[in-house]
């Protein structure tokens, strides 16, 4: 057992003692990234930032802890890209001047996606330019910046993704959001696909990460297996403009 899945599992025995628990996935934390008791005290963390309040076009991850905040900036006029869970159904345009004022609080949730977003193709999500914030989720995330999920890649594939088309790149901030439990002391080591933030917001504090490397861009084929990439279509879209696959 390496050491980032020893990390995950003493960070989980922790977070049930803070967690909301999920509709559909309860507290199964392999499965889903958890609200957690505060969490709005971190994203007023987020939202009192400058390079927030001049953004425009913000990447979010569909999260539970983020919920709020995908509220809070429809509020305020920020456009959204939303990936879907598991990146199985690709991304999703939250346009806040097709939603309704009253109607931003549904709208961040996951299900308010049927209703005020709208699919959008990497070709698309390229054409609008770079994002100007991506604000994720982590299971965990060491003070130095190196954030881990749930061990599904789908945050690693989305940059991969979007470093890419070019929307991304290694100056682009990135900020996690997670309880003060999940922030790991133990310096790591990123692997080749794991993302470095910038900064971690938890209800007592902001922390701004000295990173120390370079972020990873592109797509790493190599160890996606064919399964995965069948499982993810925007996956499949890429590799169509690649010429891997046939048009």
Not at 58 to 86: I, Q, W
Not at 112 to 139: K, V, W
Not at 188 to 208: F, G, H, K, N, Q
């Amino acid at each position: 057992m390496n050491k980032t899945t020893l990390v995950r599992q003493r960070i989980w025995s922790r977070l049930k003692d803070v967690a909301l628990p999920d509709s559909r996935f309860h507290l199964n934390f392999a499965e889903v990234i958890p609200d957690f008791q505060n969490s709005g005290a971190a994203i007023a963390h987020i939202l009192a930032l400058p390079q927030m309040q001049q953004a425009n076009y913000v990447f979010v991850t569909p999260d539970n802890c983020l919920a709020e905040l995908r509220h809070r900036l429809l509020e305020a006029g920020k456009t959204l890209v939303v990936s879907t869970y598991g990146i199985y159904r690709g991304f999703f345009l939250l346009d806040p001047k097709a939603i309704p004022p009253e109607q931003t609080r549904f709208a961040g949730w996951l299900d308010g996606l049927e209703y005020f977003g709208s699919p959008i193709s990497l070709a698309e999500i390229g054409e609008r330019g770079a994002f100007d914030l991506m604000i994720t989720g982590a299971s965990a995330v060491s003070t130095d910046g190196v954030r881990f999920g749930k061990g599904h890649g789908f945050f690693d594939l989305e940059w991969g993704m979007f470093t890419d088309i070019g929307v991304a790149t290694d100056t682009t901030p990135v900020i996690a959001v997670v309880h003060d439990v999940q922030v790991v002391e133990d310096k790591l080591t990123p692997s080749p696909t794991d993302i470095i933030v910038d900064m971690i917001a938890t209800p007592t504090r902001l922390i701004e990460v000295q990173r120390g490397y370079r972020r990873p861009h592109g797509i790493r084929w190599e160890l996606l297996t064919p399964e995965a990439i069948e499982a993810t279509p925007p996956l499949q879209e890429l590799q169509r403009a690649r010429g891997l696959l046939p048009a």
